[in-house]
């Protein structure tokens, strides 16, 4: 088993500001989870209110130029991936293909990432996250033209869509999450895995290179580990998580690959 300690000072801890915050916000979140819990007895309704908890708190701690919603994703091939918790796409490039007040699609150039959010993570939850997450990391990618200046444009560059899931809580150990994780994916192609898993109470599961840093995604050289962050593991959650979306710049879709079959049925005349 390989552990990683974060922040093992805790004198700089302490003294650490943003860290405090988000020790808050997790204590926030815990106590509004124990309230769902109580207070909602309809199973389905307790879901959707959780994963509503999570949205907002990404609404208001990311940049504005991400969005934070939910609903299905699309490649110009037509393959539709499978309903998704969360999207985080990118607000100034993504054109919204259809919405309705229950469901949403968006093109797969224009989403940064999807996170399913579970309540009480076990491996049963956590190989519907594994489904999921592949449905929409193995969509393809092609961008449309950018604009450099007047007079010069160029294809636009994609980046990986970043798989995550966040769970409040798991009933099983670190260790049997992570062999779970590792047994389930085991036929899964090495960029459709899941990238990091926030369990808010206990740990993070990571990727974490032979220079023991922390990634925000696999690498051939990297290994996943428990990342035993405790009531840090917010914090250290929503650091990798900015750290990719900083590092993922999006280009618009060419929406005419996504129109094609249908314009090419109209009548032309030369």
Request: hydrophobic letters at 40%.
């Amino acid at each position: 088993m390989t552990e990683f300690k974060y922040l093992t000072d805790t004198s700089t801890r302490e003294n650490y500001m943003l860290r405090k915050q988000f020790i808050g916000i997790a204590q926030i979140m815990k106590a509004q989870f124990e309230n769902i819990t109580t207070e909602i007895p309809h199973l389905g309704e307790r879901g959707a209110s959780r994963e509503e908890q999570v949205r907002k708190f990404l609404r208001e701690k990311l940049p504005k130029r991400f969005s934070i919603s939910n609903g299905e994703v699309v490649a110009t091939t037509q393959e539709i991936s499978l309903q998704q918790d969360i999207i985080i796409y990118d607000a100034f490039y993504c054109p919204l293909l259809y919405s309705s007040e229950t469901s949403q699609i968006f093109p797969s150039e224009s989403v940064i990432a999807a996170m399913e959010v579970k309540s009480n993570l076990n491996k049963v939850e956590l190989e519907d996250c594994i489904k999921k997450i592949e449905s929409v990391k193995k969509l393809p990618k092609r961008p449309g033209v950018v604009s450099i200046s007047p007079t010069v444009k160029s294809m636009g560059q994609t980046y990986p869509t970043f798989g995550a899931v966040f769970a409040f809580t798991s009933a099983i150990k670190p260790q049997t999450l992570l062999d779970n994780l590792n047994e389930l994916e085991k036929q899964t192609l090495l960029e459709h895995r899941i990238d990091l898993v926030c369990v808010l109470d206990s740990c993070l599961i990571a990727n974490i290179s032979p220079d023991r840093k922390i990634l925000a995604g696999a690498t051939n050289t990297s290994r996943r580990a428990i990342v035993y962050s405790g009531e840090d593991s917010l914090f250290l959650f929503y650091l990798l998580l900015m750290d990719t979306l900083n590092n993922r710049a999006v280009a618009p879709p060419n929406l005419m690959e996504y129109g094609d079959a249908y314009a090419l049925s109209f009548k032309i005349e030369y």
